[in-house]
Antibody
C-alpha cells in the first residue's frame, strides 16, 4: 500500500532555511504520470498548495513562493525534498506531502503532516 | 491564478440531512476539480476527483457534479462521521489552488 511520511525540524528561526523530506513507499517516482505534492496549512486556516514534482522531473511551484522554494526527488531513496528559504513566522503551518496519480488527478494519499513553527 | 470560492463557509446540519456545498471557479476548469474531507488533526482525504468520480472506498452518499466554473458536492444523508471541513481543489492549471473550505457542524 502507498504511504508517505514527512520529516524535518519542528522549530526554525526566522530567516533560516527549512528542509523537509517526504519518504514514501508503495510507488515509484519513476513511474509514468506519478507526482508528489507539497501542501501546507497554517493553524485554523485553509490548505495552500506549494509545489510538486513529476516522474519526469517536471517541477511546478506556487508563484507567490517560487523564489523561496526548491523541490527535488531521489528516486533511489523514494524521497522528495522541499526546501524553503528565508522562513518567517507566517510560514508556521502543518506541511503535508501527497501522492498524485497523474496530471489533473487529485491527491489520493497523504502523509500525516508535520507542524513547523517559525519563531525566534 | 484561478480562485475557488466555496459556499457556504459554515453549515449546521442534522444527521440524515441532505447537504450541498458549492465551489465556483474564477475561470473555466473543465472537470479538473477534486473534493476533500478533513477532520481535526488529520490529513485531508480525497472524496471525488474529475468533478464527479468517487474515489475508491468513499461511501456512495457522497457525489459531485458540475463542469466549467460551478461545482457541487452533495452528501445525500449526513452521517455522524461526516462532520468535518470540506475543500475543493482545481487541477486544471498551475498553480493548483484550493477553496477556502466549508465547515459542516452538528445542528
Amino acid at each position: 500500500q502507498i504511504t508517505l511520511k514527512e520529516s524535518g525540524p519542528t522549530l526554525v528561526k526566522p530567516t533560516q532555511t527549512l528542509t523537509l523530506t517526504c519518504t514514501f513507499s508503495g510507488f515509484s517516482l519513476s513511474t509514468s504520470n506519478v507526482a508528489v505534492d507539497w501542501i501546507r496549512q497554517p493553524p485554523g486556516k485553509a490548505l495552500e498548495w506549494l509545489a510538486l514534482i513529476y516522474w519526469d522531473d517536471d517541477e511546478r511551484y506556487s508563484p507567490s513562493l517560487k523564489s523561496r522554494l526548491t523541490i527535488t526527488k531521489d528516486t533511489s531513496k523514494n524521497q522528495v525534498v522541499l526546501t524553503m528559504t528565508n522562513m518567517d513566522p507566517v510560514d508556521t503551518a502543518t506541511y503535508y506531502c501527497a501522492h498524485k496519480g497523474g496530471r489533473g488527478f487529485g491527491d489520493d494519499y497523504w502523509g500525516q503532516g508535520t507542524l513547523v513553527t517559525v519563531s525566534s | 491564478d484561478i480562485q475557488l470560492t466555496q459556499s457556504p463557509s459554515f453549515l449546521s446540519a442534522s444527521v440524515g440531512d441532505r447537504v450541498t456545498i458549492t465551489c465556483r471557479a474564477s475561470q473555466g476548469i473543465s472537470s479538473y476539480l477534486a473534493w476533500y474531507q478533513q477532520k481535526p488533526g488529520k490529513a485531508p482525504k480525497l472524496l471525488i476527483y474529475s468533478a464527479s468520480t468517487l474515489q475508491s472506498g468513499v461511501p456512495s452518499r457522497f457525489s459531485g457534479s458540475g463542469s466549467g466554473t460551478e461545482f457541487t458536492l452533495t452528501i445525500s444523508s449526513l452521517q455522524p462521521e461526516d462532520f468535518a471541513t470540506y475543500y475543493c481543489q482545481q487541477l486544471d492549471s498551475y498553480p493548483i489552488t484550493f477553496g477556502g473550505g466549508t465547515r459542516v457542524e452538528i445542528k
